[in-house]
């Protein structure tokens, strides 16, 4: 059996992955495309095509990924690690 800090980190990961991920697709991927004018003429609306499918998806992995790096935080007592410089 899982248990919760292993699923919380699992999903916080997942999140991170998916996140970052996304994030470098449409900085390298799509914003060259739409610049370069390979999804057809109208820049600003094939701009909004993509950006509205992808906008869902980053705001709940930003969501999950802070959700589960609270979560981690409090069950595994991690509060005094944001008081060192040395975990900065």
Request: aromatic residues 12%.
């Amino acid at each position: 059996m899982v248990d919760g800090s292993t699923l919380a980190r699992t999903l916080h990961i997942l999140g991170v992955v998916i996140w970052i991920g996304g994030v470098s697709m449409a900085t390298t991927v799509a914003l060259v495309a739409v610049r370069r004018g390979d999804l057809g003429p109208d820049r600003v609306k094939a701009f909004h095509a993509i950006e509205r499918r992808f906008v869902w998806q980053a705001r709940a992995a930003v969501l999950l990924v802070g959700a589960t790096g609270f979560y981690m935080t409090a069950v595994l007592d991690l509060w005094d690690r944001f008081a060192g410089p040395a975990f900065w």
